[in-house]
């Protein structure tokens, strides 16, 4: 199936939606493949609140948006995106913060936003995310082989005592991912990362593993915020 | 792009391994897509330590077949895998006993188990698996694309206290899931869940989405763990 593993290593963060609508057909097909994710003991405890054109669902898109903006200016300002490579407009640094700032300008505008939710059956845990953000990257692989795409943020925690009631979310429900969804203006393509042996270690950590070499032509990651690895 | 579709719908979750190992082509073919999972800010923090025939790895992987099975027996009972239609060998409730004990039974000749990490950034964070747990799908689906099977599971926390200084594991470093991997003795297929519109909500949590059905022929989850929805 090398469709599915260049779907894997093709699908973008799309930041930037054409205007259009998501039909439902499509939008069905894409939370179904969603939902095929594994989760902690098949339990299925992944959850996703779908906001269109609805009233409420208008209104959790601005309150969404409206932090969202705020969080972006704390950023730009924090990691520099003025300054440095960011002062030539040219600069990967400057195109990634043109396309923020347009992202959260226009984001009540974005055609259709997933809240993505775990409904927890035990207490909070380092690892109960593996019951919710598989399902979240299925949605976004889903998106791209029917021609959308989306991006999976956590921002909406900026704004999630708005969000519970405005939505009727239960307390004991996790917010664990906003995942906007359109037709990119942009295109889908291979991404960019550190090399492959920064990630991969055998027998130990940090042990070398020879064999762990990126493909000709993979694309590393040339400007971001400060490696932490 | 269907055959990805499809590929994200037909990967289950593979517990029975062919005992042939795994060419480390397919491995770094396989963690590559890995990598190409998003993590918030793109700080790529994933790690994947791999387990293969060294001393250690070989060490490592006993010490969690050893937790494994305890866990395993223990479930066995508080599920009630033996009674119910569990009673009844031929039911998928026996069918999964007898696979899940086969599984911790045989887990230390898994050829390949990948343990992936967070390396934390910032303090533990209820959705810091957003920058981890991404990375296992894809590496799943990735073994899928190149027949190739896996599951992902967090039992590896039974037996923690002795990994971490065996593989050399930092304190800050996110133990975050298990993933053995190998040639399916079964095979690949759709996967069965619950109805899709108990999943998916508009506007409003539990708010209805008459949109949101299933594709023909999608299969259903019969027996499990009690529901939670």
Chains 1, 2 share one sequence.
């Not at 779908?50 to 208008?58: K, M, N, Q, S, Y």
């Not at 949605?139 to 009727?168: F, I, N, S």
Request: proline content about 9%; some cysteine; glycine content about 8%.
């Amino acid at each position: 199936m090398t469709e599915l593993l260049e779907g894997i290593c093709t699908t973008r963060a799309i930041r930037r939606y054409r205007p259009e609508p998501i039909p439902e057909d499509d939008l069905a097909t894409m939370l179904f493949a969603a939902t095929r994710a594994p989760s902690g003991s098949n339990r299925q405890p992944f959850r996703f609140v779908v906001l269109r054109d609805g009233p409420v669902a208008r209104e959790a898109k601005a309150v969404m948006a409206e932090g969202f903006q705020r969080i972006w200016s704390a950023k730009r300002e924090a990691d520099g995106y003025d300054s440095g490579s960011g002062a030539d407009a040219s600069s990967p640094k400057a195109r990634m913060a043109r396309t923020m700032e347009r992202f959260v300008e226009r984001f009540a505008d974005t055609p259709v936003v997933v809240l993505a939710c775990l409904r927890r059956y035990r207490d909070p845990d380092p690892v109960e995310g593996a019951s919710v953000y598989p399902a979240c990257q299925n949605l976004l692989l889903a998106a791209r082989a029917l021609g959308y795409g989306g991006v999976m943020t956590t921002w909406h925690r900026a704004v999630e005592d708005q969000l519970r009631p405005l939505l009727g979310i239960p307390e004991d429900v996790l917010m664990a991912a906003t995942i906007p969804l359109g037709r990119p203006e942009g295109n889908h393509g291979p991404v960019r990362r550190r090399p492959l042996r920064e990630f991969v270690y055998e027998d130990r950590w940090e042990g070398p593993a020879a064999w762990a070499v990126d493909p000709d032509g993979a694309r590393f990651t040339s400007a971001g915020p400060p490696r932490t690895g």
